[in-house]
């Protein structure tokens, strides 16, 4: 049975159902994360959803709110997560020949909220910011008291490094920034550079959905592995 097949005979509802159940677990997750405002760093790992670690003395709450919102703006109004969630959570619709829930009162992107999804292509500008900090502590990652070293640590924060790269330069507005307003592709040099560019942009755009699933297990799981190694649950795994 074709992986087609065996996915028309599923009932509609079980799709949307997953999304809301992994979307919303992870929102749950990341709310504790962020006020929690403990167990984030571990030498020289420093939790994603705490980098970078803005500490002042006149702000009370957890530093991971000063930051957390790039991020989330970025996903939030990311095109395929628009999908994901109008389907999940506001049947926008929920399948194909599916009822809208909200009928004729459906407005698009019109009216506040919905019409800040047009700030995207702006959080990504300070998402591609937030990657290149988190880029940096992937790095760090190797360092041990001055010391090139390779653990388990190590591993888990350069893939997730990576994963949010592919995630964020597979984006439709980087894509778009990239080969967008061209109307000759081969009239000049620079052109047929962009040309190029974007065809190699247009190869991981293709698995935009994989990579925004990745990436957010990667976040996740990352914070995740710093916790249990300050709660002493785990020991960090020694390579080199």
Known sequence: MSSATLTSRLPWWLSPLTVAVV????????????FSNSSYLVEPYLSPYYSPLLVFNW??????????????????????????????FFWDPAACAIPERRGDKYRGETKFPFVMQNLHRFFWYLALIIWAILAYDALKAFDFNGQFGIRLGSLIFLLNAALLGLYSFS?????????????????????????????GVSLINRHHMLWAWLSLFSVALTDLYVRLLSWGVLTDMRFF
């Not at 979307?23 to 962020?34: D, K, N």
């Not at 702000?59 to 109008?86: Q, V």
């Open 23 to 34: 979307l919303g677990g992870f929102g749950i997750y990341s709310l504790w994360v962020a």
């Open 59 to 88: 702000w009370p709450f957890s530093p991971a709110i000063l930051i957390l919102w790039i991020p989330l703006g970025f996903r939030a109004t990311c095109y395929y997560y628009r999908k994901a969630y109008y389907r999940a």
């Open 171 to 199: 984006c439709h507005s980087f894509r778009h920034l990239i080969g967008g307003r061209l109307d000759c592709y081969s009239c000049s040099f620079s052109a047929r550079t962009r040309h190029k560019a974007w065809e």
